[in-house]
Nanobody, 118 residues
Framework: QVQLVESGGGLLQAGGSLRLSCTASGRASSTYDMGWFRQAPGKERNFVASITWSGIRTNYAESVKGRFTITRDNAKNTVYLQMNSLKPEDTAVYYC???????????WGQGTQVTVSS
């Protein structure tokens, strides 16, 4: 059974950068399409970015295009989210998710808090 562990969250000022990591354990985790989502206080969880298992195709929410970059290192079973030019509205709990033998995201990490102050 695959498990996801996020890390890299923190508190920083607007305009700063942060890199989140999501390490997967379990068999065949490098074959899963992966994604990042976020949930701000009192709001629904929203899609941020995704990457196919090969790393060839990526997709981003409009609100983060040009600022965030999703990458993966299958040798390390790790997916990254590089976040630049952070804004206070990026404040949220960020979750990593995997499509483990599914067309839907069916495995989730515990989340990591990102807080951006103005």
């Amino acid at each position: 059974q695959v498990q996801l562990v996020e890390s890299g969250g923190g508190l920083l000022q607007a305009g700063g950068s942060l890199r989140l990591s999501c390490t997967a354990s379990g068999r065949a985790s490098s074959t899963y399409d992966m994604g990042w989502f976020r949930q701000a206080p009192g709001k629904e969880r929203n899609f941020v970015a995704s990457i196919t298992w090969s790393g060839i195709r990526t997709n981003y929410a409009e609100s983060v295009k040009g600022r965030f970059t999703i990458t993966r290192d299958n040798a390390k079973n790790t997916v990254y989210l590089q976040m630049n030019s952070l804004k206070p509205e990026d404040t949220a709990v960020y979750y990593c998710a995997a499509k483990a033998y599914s067309s839907q995201y069916n495995v989730w990490g515990q989340g990591t808090q990102v807080t951006v102050s103005s």
